[in-house]
T-cell receptor, first 114, second 117 residues
């Protein structure tokens, strides 16, 4: 596709369940980012990949959050033992180069933990 | 650490008029980038404009311009000739160019712009 694709668009999980969120960046984009956006707030940085290397994971809130990008394209954000405070929109973004300033965002996955 | 402050939770503008969305920032980094993104109800963040801290001239992209005042640490977005499609949330963001957080965009809380026909 032409843009960044995220799936699923909506996810409802019971507290304690594991979830996996997928991001398909624009083909050829080197950089991939995950952001978390709580209701009424701006996005907050979670993690950054340059190709398959995870160069910054300082924004992951706890060790229940794990992200991977094994072949340098598709990325998965996994949340184990979900809790209510994990409810948010998870945004994925990609950019062409390592220092390219223009990020292309997907429409996000809205996660609701009941 | 970086901080972005957007003091206007909501703004109204008449169609075809210009509007300024305020943004102030705080950082101790000597060089950084400033950004504005638009988020319509579909949820996708759309890049609008970028300003580097060492750029001498204010950035412009079509109807968007960034009023950069470094001494005041402000980076206001000016939208000229507002259109109904401009109704959305607008986020100011910044990224330092050195240090541990140099890959991270820090966003403000956003301003909801409503364009009135």
């Amino acid at each position: 596709g032409a843009g960044v694709s995220q799936s699923p668009r909506y996810k409802v999980a019971k507290r304690g369940q594991d979830v996996a969120l997928r991001c398909d960046p624009i083909s050829g984009h080197v950089s991939l980012f995950w952001y978390q956006q709580a209701l009424g707030q701006g996005p907050e940085f979670l993690t950054y990949f340059q190709n398959e290397a995870q160069l910054d994971k300082s924004g992951l809130p706890s060790d229940r959050f794990f992200a991977e990008r094994p072949e340098g394209s598709v990325s998965t954000l996994k949340i184990q033992r979900t809790q209510q405070e994990d409810s948010a929109v998870y945004l994925c973004a990609s950019s062409f180069g390592a220092t390219n300033e223009k990020l292309f965002f997907g429409s996000g996955t809205q996660l609701s933990v009941l | 650490a970086q901080k972005i402050t957007q003091t206007q939770p909501g703004m109204f503008v008449q169609e075809k008029e210009a509007v300024t969305l305020d943004c102030t920032y705080d950082t101790s980094d000597p060089s950084y980038g400033l950004f504005w993104y638009k988020q319509p109800s579909s949820g996708e963040m759309i890049f609008l404009i970028y300003q580097g801290s060492y750029d001498q001239q204010n950035a412009t992209e079509g109807r968007y311009s960034l009023n950069f005042q470094k001494a005041r640490k402000s980076a206001n977005l000016v939208i000229s000739a507002s259109q109904l499609g401009d109704s959305a949330m607008y986020f100011c963001a910044m990224r330092p160019y050195s240090g541990a957080g140099s890959y991270q965009l820090t966003f403000g809380k956003g301003t909801k712009l409503s364009v009135i026909p």
